[in-house]
């Protein structure tokens, strides 16, 4: 006979004790011997436990019909394999417990749910009948108690400790039952009832139930409880490992339930958005990477509510994505002739830059595509480099881009910051990109030689990625995390110096020297931009004024001193001012501007051409330097005195300086005698070498032949030739040693007025780059040994 008992069911319904009384003799011998046996399932009945069962097949609930009507009385055995659904008589154990009907009630659906209460052990003899259902004649098992022992009492305590940290650890047993085991006395009865509720195997509550020795029994449980609760702590340890993490879980689970149904009745917020972004995606010509990029991006804002944090990450990031010309480039212009006269009208000069960019676009004609050359255009300030970089753009049709470079010393302006970081931005360069939608503009990266470097970072190295043709056409940005091409981009680099240009970065620029402008040229762009600008900026449009070569030539000459033209500029623009104050208080404007007109608006002249006419003495010579803002001219002063050959240096000189000083001296205690100098004058005289403007530093080694020569001018007595100027470096051989600059030098020597120059004869090459319109008048004498410097340079007593 099968009965129909869940194991899990079993778990929510609590084997309940009745009592604590023990059968007494008169009770045992009205007990019948032959029973009708039930088998149950993944369950074992002990005495003095109520058990709720469920009877469903026909002998089972013929065999509790009949036990009902007539004593009650039912044997309860457990079944070896609960698998079996039709047990036989080997299937069953032959040791169970008598069970007393306490309640039946019939179900609707045919079935029988009873209340059967343990009594008293018994063992099954044989079985008398097997159908209609089990009936087996059995023997009563008695339980042998030990008489008083402390150990026994011990025991049972241990027992009942045990069983309130099982109840405490684990949820199998009801929370009254801590309660029931406190009052329960009776030390077999509390066996009994944890052994009805531990979760034990069957075979191991089998085995408690045939033991007939209590105390044996009891050590039995207490074996089976130690083993239970180390159990249930272990699952406690794991659970509650993972209960903060399920908890959370279950919250945001919860919450997002919650927005959910939120967004159902409001409409989802987020939605517009992302179709929105979708639908931009389709026309973009993605690479591969940009593709999955963009998808996972997508999916991430789908699991996102747009209040969340991460939501404006990734949206912005996917928006910079979706803003970046991808493939998108301007036709250029292969127009070589109107090229070429927007060039010219935009700039007076620089043809060398002009000639670089239309063999650029020539080559771009015949071949295609090439990849764009890294132009760096040096020259002192004002010149017009960074203006240049935009005429460049409007001749070829591009758009155009200016990033200036000075003073930046972070690299993630040009690389980005990661993303991850709060208020995270693409770098300056994909910024560009975005702005002007262009994958091929033109880029001016001005000031390139300013840029920063120090413990903050070095962004020049960040430059040798951008400035290199080979590596550029994957150009990676830290917020992107993406490549970029950039190989179509023409980059123009403009800068002051090279040498402040690390070589790594120089080596992969094409580098175009420019050069400052004459006076001859300064004039022409003042007649070509700079008046008809200040006069459109005055708003003079509707005012006609004149100015003639001879007026602008004399401001160059006698009111700046530069070599390109910004002072220019401002000069004309306080010309212009004065004379919009004249019209707006209508007073008479002469339409010419002449000398008196510019006195009266600049001042007296701020140069004067003159003082190199004047009879300088002895040990006076004008020399030729180069500065960052172009050419420049300087004096170099020596003096004697007596004394005991001491050399004295001022003017705030360079290492590189004063060295030329030392080696000059060298040289001509050296050569006294051929040059008419007696031996005891370097040692009776103190020499002092002075080079004013003393606030400006000074360094180099141009000035070689200029300090050999005012030293020779000084320990001779003769002067030095008026009007002229020269630079080169010495070596104590005598030789003279080419210098830089040249272009830059001559023109302010031009400036200055300076009608003869001695350069070194390899300079030969660098004077005939220079357009004889811009040297006339000027003198020039190659020259290598120091001889000739000195046969040139000192007047005849």
Same mark, same amino acid.
């Given at each position: 006979?099968?009965?129909?008992?869940?194991?899990?069911?079993?778990?929510?319904?609590?084997?309940?004790?009745?009592?604590?009384?023990?059968?007494?003799?008169?009770?045992?011998?009205?007990?019948?011997?032959?029973?009708?046996?039930?088998?149950?399932?993944?369950?074992?009945?002990?005495?003095?436990?109520?058990?709720?069962?469920?009877?469903?097949?026909?002998?089972?609930?013929?065999?509790?019909?009949?036990?009902?009507?007539?004593?009650?009385?039912?044997?309860?055995?457990?079944?070896?394999?609960?698998?079996?659904?039709?047990?036989?008589?080997?299937?069953?154990?032959?040791?169970?417990?008598?069970?007393?009907?306490?309640?039946?009630?019939?179900?609707?659906?045919?079935?029988?749910?009873?209340?059967?209460?343990?009594?008293?052990?018994?063992?099954?003899?044989?079985?008398?009948?097997?159908?209609?259902?089990?009936?087996?004649?059995?023997?009563?098992?008695?339980?042998?108690?030990?008489?008083?022992?402390?150990?026994?009492?011990?025991?049972?305590?241990?027992?009942?400790?045990?069983?309130?940290?099982?109840?405490?650890?684990?949820?199998?047993?009801?929370?009254?039952?801590?309660?029931?085991?406190?009052?329960?006395?009776?030390?077999?009865?509390?066996?009994?009832?944890?052994?009805?509720?531990?979760?034990?195997?069957?075979?191991?509550?089998?085995?408690?139930?045939?033991?007939?020795?209590?105390?044996?029994?009891?050590?039995?449980?207490?074996?089976?409880?130690?083993?239970?609760?180390?159990?249930?702590?272990?699952?406690?340890?794991?659970?509650?490992?993972?209960?903060?993490?399920?908890?959370?879980?279950?919250?945001?689970?919860?919450?997002?339930?919650?927005?959910?149904?939120?967004?159902?009745?409001?409409?989802?917020?987020?939605?517009?958005?992302?179709?929105?972004?979708?639908?931009?995606?389709?026309?973009?010509?993605?690479?591969?990477?940009?593709?999955?990029?963009?998808?996972?991006?997508?999916?991430?804002?789908?699991?996102?509510?747009?209040?969340?944090?991460?939501?404006?990450?990734?949206?912005?990031?996917?928006?910079?994505?979706?803003?970046?010309?991808?493939?998108?480039?301007?036709?250029?212009?292969?127009?070589?002739?109107?090229?070429?006269?927007?060039?010219?009208?935009?700039?007076?000069?620089?043809?060398?830059?002009?000639?670089?960019?239309?063999?650029?676009?020539?080559?771009?004609?015949?071949?295609?595509?090439?990849?764009?050359?890294?132009?760096?255009?040096?020259?002192?300030?004002?010149?017009?480099?960074?203006?240049?970089?935009?005429?460049?753009?409007?001749?070829?049709?591009?758009?155009?881009?200016?990033?200036?470079?000075?003073?930046?010393?972070?690299?993630?302006?040009?690389?980005?910051?990661?993303?991850?970081?709060?208020?995270?931005?693409?770098?300056?360069?994909?910024?560009?990109?975005?702005?002007?939608?262009?994958?091929?503009?033109?880029?001016?990266?001005?000031?390139?030689?300013?840029?920063?470097?120090?413990?903050?970072?070095?962004?020049?190295?960040?430059?040798?990625?951008?400035?290199?043709?080979?590596?550029?056409?994957?150009?990676?940005?830290?917020?992107?995390?993406?490549?970029?091409?950039?190989?179509?981009? /023409? &980059? %123009?680099? #403009?800068?002051? =110096?090279?040498?402040?240009?690390?070589?790594? +970065?120089?080596?992969? $620029?094409?580098?175009?020297?420019?050069?400052?402008?004459?006076?001859?040229?300064?004039?022409?762009?003042?007649?070509?931009?700079?008046?008809?600008?200040?006069?459109?900026?005055?708003?003079?449009?509707?005012?006609?004024?004149?100015?003639?070569?001879?007026?602008?030539?004399?401001?160059?000459?006698?009111?700046?001193?530069?070599?390109?033209?910004?002072?220019?500029?401002?000069?004309?623009?306080?010309?212009?001012?004065?004379?919009?104050?004249?019209?707006?208080?209508?007073?008479?404007?002469?339409?010419?501007?002449?000398?008196?007109?510019?006195?009266?608006?600049?001042?007296?002249?701020?140069?004067?051409?003159?003082?190199?006419?004047?009879?300088?003495?002895?040990?006076?010579?004008?020399?030729?330097?180069?500065?960052?803002?172009?050419?420049?001219? /300087? &004096? %170099?002063? #020596?003096?004697? =005195?007596?004394?005991?050959?001491?050399?004295? +240096?001022?003017?705030? $000189?360079?290492?590189?300086?004063?060295?030329?000083?030392?080696?000059?001296?060298?040289?001509?205690?050296?050569?006294?005698?051929?040059?008419?100098?007696?031996?005891?004058?370097?040692?009776?005289?103190?020499?002092?070498?002075?080079?004013?403007?003393?606030?400006?530093?000074?360094?180099?080694?141009?000035?070689?032949?200029?300090?050999?020569?005012?030293?020779?001018?000084?320990?001779?007595?003769?002067?030095?030739?008026?009007?002229?100027?020269?630079?080169?470096?010495?070596?104590?051989?005598?030789?003279?040693?080419?210098?830089?600059?040249?272009?830059?030098?001559?023109?302010?020597?031009?400036?200055?007025?300076?009608?003869?120059?001695?350069?070194?004869?390899?300079?030969?090459?660098?004077?005939?780059?220079?357009?004889?319109?811009?040297?006339?008048? /000027?003198?020039?004498?190659?020259?290598?040994?120091?001889?000739?410097?000195?046969?040139?340079?000192?007047?005849?007593?």
């Amino acid at each position: 006979m099968l009965l129909q008992q869940n194991e899990q069911e079993m778990e929510f319904l609590p084997v309940l004790p009745m009592g604590e009384d023990e059968m007494n003799e008169e009770e045992r011998k009205s007990l019948p011997d032959n029973l009708p046996i039930i088998a149950l399932r993944n369950t074992v009945l002990f005495p003095n436990v109520v058990l709720p069962i469920t009877v469903s097949r026909e002998k089972s609930i013929i065999a509790i019909t009949q036990a009902n009507k007539k004593d009650k009385w039912i044997g309860v055995v457990a079944q070896k394999d609960g698998n079996f659904e039709d047990p036989g008589i080997d299937d069953m154990f032959h040791v169970g417990t008598l069970a007393k009907i306490v309640k039946m009630i019939k179900m609707p659906d045919g079935n029988i749910t009873l209340f059967i209460m343990g009594k008293i052990r018994f063992q099954i003899n044989e079985f008398t009948e097997t159908d209609p259902f089990f009936k087996a004649n059995i023997t009563y098992k008695e339980d042998h108690f030990p008489k008083e022992d402390p150990n026994f009492d011990a025991l049972v305590g241990s027992i009942k400790d045990y069983a309130e940290k099982i109840i405490q650890q684990t949820n199998t047993l009801p929370p009254e039952a801590a309660i029931m085991l406190r009052n329960i006395e009776n030390y077999s009865f509390l066996v009994h009832y944890i052994a009805s509720n531990i979760n034990a195997k069957l075979l191991d509550k089998q085995s408690l139930l045939e033991e007939d020795d209590i105390r044996l029994r009891a050590e039995k449980l207490l074996n089976l409880l130690q083993s239970e609760l180390q159990l249930a702590e272990l699952k406690n340890e794991i659970t509650n490992k993972t209960r903060g993490e399920i908890d959370k879980q279950q919250r945001e689970y919860f919450l997002q339930q919650q927005l959910k149904s939120i967004k159902d009745e409001l409409g989802d917020a987020n939605e517009r958005e992302i179709k929105d972004l979708q639908k931009r995606a389709e026309q973009i010509n993605w690479t591969e990477a940009a593709k999955e990029l963009f998808r996972k991006g997508i999916e991430k804002l789908e699991r996102m509510h747009p209040t969340t944090p991460d939501y404006s990450v990734v949206y912005n990031h996917l928006d910079l994505m979706l803003d970046l010309p991808w493939g998108i480039y301007t036709k250029d212009s292969y127009d070589l002739k109107k090229a070429q006269k927007v060039l010219d009208h935009d700039h007076y000069g620089m043809d060398e830059i002009k000639d670089r960019i239309i063999e650029y676009l020539a080559v771009l004609k015949l071949k295609g595509d090439l990849k764009s050359p890294i132009l760096c255009f040096v020259g002192p300030p004002g010149i017009g480099k960074t203006s240049l970089g935009k005429s460049i753009a409007n001749a070829i049709d591009r758009k155009y881009i200016r990033l200036s470079l000075g003073g930046l010393h972070d690299e993630s302006e040009l690389r980005g910051h990661r993303k991850t970081y709060i208020g995270a931005m693409p770098g300056r360069i994909i910024q560009q990109l975005r702005k002007v939608k262009s994958a091929n503009p033109v880029f001016i990266l001005d000031e390139i030689d300013k840029i920063g470097k120090d413990f903050r970072g070095d962004p020049s190295s960040a430059l040798l990625e951008i400035l290199d043709p080979e590596q550029n056409s994957t150009f990676y940005d830290n917020y992107l995390e993406l490549e970029f091409d950039l190989s179509k981009v /023409l &980059f %123009i680099a #403009t800068a002051n =110096s090279l040498s402040d240009i690390q070589p790594a +970065l120089r080596d992969r $620029l094409e580098i175009i020297q420019l050069s400052g402008y004459s006076v001859e040229e300064k004039v022409e762009i003042a007649k070509r931009h700079l008046i008809p600008k200040q006069k459109e900026m005055h708003g003079l449009l509707k005012t006609p004024l004149k100015f003639n070569d001879k007026l602008l030539q004399k401001i160059v000459q006698d009111y700046t001193r530069e070599s390109g033209v910004r002072e220019l500029d401002r000069l004309m623009a306080s010309v212009m001012r004065n004379i919009a104050k004249q019209v707006a208080l209508e007073e008479t404007v002469s339409t010419t501007i002449d000398e008196h007109k510019v006195e009266e608006v600049l001042g007296k002249p701020r140069f004067l051409n003159d003082i190199y006419s004047k009879g300088h003495p002895a040990g006076v010579v004008v020399g030729l330097a180069w500065t960052y803002v172009g050419g420049d001219i /300087l &004096f %170099i002063e #020596t003096s004697l =005195s007596k004394g005991k050959g001491t050399l004295t +240096l001022t003017g705030n $000189l360079g290492n590189v300086m004063k060295e030329s000083a030392t080696t000059a001296l060298s040289y001509l205690k050296a050569h006294a005698q051929t040059f008419g100098i007696a031996n005891n004058a370097f040692t009776e005289n103190d020499i002092h070498i002075h080079v004013p403007e003393g606030a400006v530093p000074k360094d180099g080694p141009s000035a070689g032949i200029t300090m050999l020569s005012a030293l020779a001018s000084a320990f001779t007595g003769k002067r030095i030739k008026p009007y002229l100027a020269m630079t080169g470096e010495i070596t104590l051989r005598g030789q003279v040693l080419p210098v830089g600059g040249i272009k830059e030098k001559v023109l302010a020597a031009k400036r200055a007025g300076i009608k003869e120059i001695i350069l070194c004869a390899q300079n030969e090459k660098d004077i005939n780059e220079i357009s004889k319109n811009y040297i006339k008048g /000027l003198k020039f004498h190659y020259v290598q040994e120091m001889d000739e410097v000195i046969q040139i340079a000192l007047m005849r007593k």
